[in-house]
């Protein structure tokens, strides 16, 4: 699948103007980008405090794509 049919299937009934889209392209791949430390920092050999700390420093780094609205 292109890009641009990627960005249809998943955004593609919002209607969005294409910096509104640029800003939604973006956000989806910063959560999965923090979504991902945090499967790392989990495999790692921490103590379950250390581990809890950095899931809630990724996940206040998370950015809820569906409540941005301009």
């Not at 790392?40 to 899931?55: G, I, L």
Request: net charge negative; hydrophobic share 45%.
């Amino acid at each position: 699948m292109n890009p641009f049919a990627h960005f249809h299937a998943l955004y593609g009934d919002l209607g969005l103007s294409k910096d509104d889209a640029a800003l939604h392209i973006f956000l989806s791949g910063w959560n999965t980008a923090m979504h991902e430390m945090m499967q790392q920092v989990n495999k790692m050999p921490f103590q379950n405090d250390t581990r809890a700390s950095f899931a809630l420093y990724f996940q206040s780094q998370m950015v809820d794509v569906e409540a941005i609205e301009k």
